[in-house]
């Protein structure tokens, strides 16, 4: 059972905004900020967002994240087929001392 | 640019240790980063299990810190995991990567290693 709490599916079609939620506690978003990890089939994460809601050269701005007390999602717009993947949100939790994960969304578009 | 690749046994029988060696490239290894090590097993998601800075200080997840060591070499410019007693449970694909932080609570893995698959099993 994963720290932070996301849905384990989530699905859109092509060019619509889709959100993915990210939920956690006090010890870690409520007091720390969050990435965002892609990772397609059979390879690794890729940095997607960090600090609540800065892309690292290269992502495109269609991905955009946000932070909200002990929440944070991960919004896509434009959603094109390529999106397909699964989506881990994770912070760091002054608890564990250390960095947490989501269980992970795995993003279809139909 | 930085790159990180895994290297070490594929197949580590139960109750014996796991060995994983990251080598790190485009980047020094005391550069002011921290480094670290994330498994997944399969089908399953991520889990953060340790991470050292290169004067050898280490945070390690306290479900793993009884049989995690986690050790840098400066001279080869890479770090290694030590996983002892394996189980099945240990089996997943590993991954080690760079941790960049702008202040205590603010940091990320970026970028990550190919990852290795270690299967426990006699």
């Known amino acids: 059972q994963s720290v932070l709490t996301q849905p384990p599916s989530a699905s859109g079609t092509p060019g619509q905004r889709v959100t993915i939620s990210c939920s956690g506690s006090n010890s870690n978003i409520g007091s720390n900020t969050v990435n965002w990890y892609q990772q397609f089939p059979k390879t690794a994460p890729k940095l997607l967002i960090h600090?609540?809601?800065q892309r690292p050269s290269g992502v495109p701005d269609r991905f955009s994240g946000s932070q909200s007390g002990t929440s944070a999602s991960l919004a896509i717009s434009g959603l094109q087929s390529e999106d397909e993947a699964d989506y881990y949100c994770a912070a760091w939790d002054d608890s564990l001392i250390g960095p947490v994960f989501g269980g992970g969304t795995k993003l279809t578009v139909l | 640019q930085v790159q990180l690749q895994e290297s070490g046994p594929g197949l580590v029988k139960p109750s014996e240790a796991l060995s994983l060696s990251c080598a790190v490239s485009g980047d020094s290894i005391s550069s002011g980063f921290y480094w670290g090590w994330i498994r997944q097993p399969p089908g399953k998601g991520l889990e953060w299990i340790g991470s050292?800075?290169?004067?050898?200080?280490?945070y390690y997840n306290p479900s793993l810190k009884r049989r995690v060591t986690i050790s840098v070499d400066t001279a080869k410019n890479q770090f290694s995991l030590i996983v002892t007693s394996v189980t099945a449970a240990d089996t997943a694909v590993y991954y080690c990567?760079?941790?960049?932080?702008?202040?205590?609570?603010?940091?990320?893995?970026?970028?990550w290693g190919q990852g290795t698959l270690v299967t426990v099993s006699s």
């Open positions: 600090s609540n809601d």
């Open positions: 990567a760079r941790y960049g932080w702008l202040a205590v609570g603010a940091g990320w893995f970026d970028p």
């Open positions: 050292i800075y290169h004067m050898g200080t280490t």
